[in-house]
């Protein structure tokens, strides 16, 4: 390994795209954990309130718009690494594909213009398993936000600290929030995975859109109302 290579391998500056899911979150603090790497972090979102205090540079920026995204991307100029962890979803596989390759070479292109010295680019992508082959499906935030009638609800993860003391606030002992952390980090990390394809013959007759609208939303509203 040569003397440049050995350099660019320990200083590193992160361009983090799509940065605040499973993977984005994952991505963001295992930089922190490096005082040698700089993270950068871009969405059409700002970055969730929760973790505000710990959160790196971030850009807002539209990336379906090509010169929008040069203009905003006009003060990278050192970036060596890009993990694009930005995804649209669309009613189908063939829907999907376009916005995705589109915000895809908005961000090269970006890149590009600024002859930024790119190393290394890790593309992760892709929608969650809710029976995508069997059909268009509606992710459960969507669901639930059109349900109890909140429109800008949106799914949002939390440290696992804050997931381990709701779960003892709710009558958790600590061994057993640990176990549940433990598994929920073994998701999240895909170490623990289904091993039976989703089908039909697996999938529950009720629809999450029927549950939230029969159990769901009467269950909210209701205490709501009581509230």
């Known amino acids: 390994m040569s003397a440049t290579s050995e350099t660019s391998a320990t200083k590193r500056q992160i361009l983090l795209v799509g940065p605040y899911g499973v993977l984005g979150t994952g991505v963001v603090d295992a930089v922190a954990e490096n005082p040698k790497w700089r993270i950068i972090t871009a969405a059409r ?67 590009a213009a600024r002859n930024v010295p790119l190393q290394r680019i890790v593309l992760a992508g892709g929608a969650k398993s809710y029976g995508f082959s069997l059909g268009a499906f509606n992710a459960p935030a969507k669901a639930i936000a059109r349900g109890i009638g909140k429109p800008d609800l949106r799914y949002q993860q939390f440290p696992y600290d804050q997931m ?64």
């Open 45 to 111: 979102r700002p970055a969730p309130t929760y973790r505000a205090q710990a959160a790196p540079h971030h850009i807002s920026v539209d990336l379906m718009d090509r010169e929008g995204t040069t203009k905003d991307f006009s003060s990278l100029d050192k970036v060596t690494d890009l993990v694009f962890a930005a995804y649209v979803e669309k009613p189908t596989m063939a829907e999907t594909v376009e916005p995705n390759a589109r915000m895809l070479k908005h961000t090269l292109a970006a890149l």
């Open 164 to 227: 381990r003391q709701a779960l003892t606030q709710a009558g958790f002992s600590p061994q057993k929030a640990a176990v549940y952390i433990e598994m929920f980090q073994a998701i999240n990390a895909s170490v623990l995975a289904a091993q039976e394809p989703r089908s039909p013959q697996n999938i529950t007759a009720t629809s999450f859109e029927t549950f939230v609208q029969d159990v769901f939303a009467p269950a909210y509203q209701g205490k709501a109302s009581a509230a």
